[in-house]
């Protein structure tokens, strides 16, 4: 599948990464249980202060919003674990059960390794992945413009 323990499931971090309000452009990936493939470039992934994180298609019509995460530092790199995830479509917010997942933010300037992979997420970047209770696996990669720590 798409997402990967460490490469999908690296976006996590965005979530809870400082009080001020940042956003980025991305790419999100949405792969049913049933395999059907959506990719949406780009979403716009809004960071709320140290709650939240939104991320938002481009044509506005659906909005997947990260509500509670545990969170935790590996170096400079910041892990979550979502708990609490809404999505809402065509004005209906509904709640998705979590299966897994992780959500990495790099506010650094530089390039950082994930934990026990190879790949590195790029400065001041996030990767997300999420595996819902009903199968389906949410990535979502992107940049952050202005992140703090």
């Known amino acids: ?3 990967r323990t460490t490469a999908a499931l690296a976006g996590a971090a965005l979530l809870l990464a400082g ?3 940042a956003s980025a452009a991305g790419t999100a990936t949405i792969v049913k249980s049933s395999g059907d493939t959506k990719i949406y470039d780009p979403v716009r992934i ?6 939240s994180v939104r991320i938002d298609s481009a044509d506005g019509r659906g909005t997947l919003t990260i509500v509670h995460a545990a969170c935790s530092f590996s170096g400079d790199l910041r ?4 708990y609490a995830v809404t999505l809402k479509q065509r004005g209906v917010t509904h709640p998705i059960e979590v299966e897994r997942g992780t959500l990495y933010l790099n506010a650094t300037d530089a390039a ?3 934990p026990h992979s190879s790949m590195k ?3 001041h970047s996030i990767m997300l992945g999420l595996r819902t209770q009903r199968g389906t696996s949410i990535s ?8 703090s720590q």
Do not use: Q
């Open 19 to 21: 009080s001020a309000i």
């Open 140 to 147: 979502v990669t992107g940049r952050v413009d202005g992140a």
């Open 121 to 123: 997420v790029p400065p």
């Open 1 to 3: 599948m798409l997402i």
């Open 112 to 114: 950082l390794p994930l």
């Open 79 to 82: 892990r979550c674990l979502p």
């Open 46 to 51: 809004h960071m709320i202060g140290d709650s």
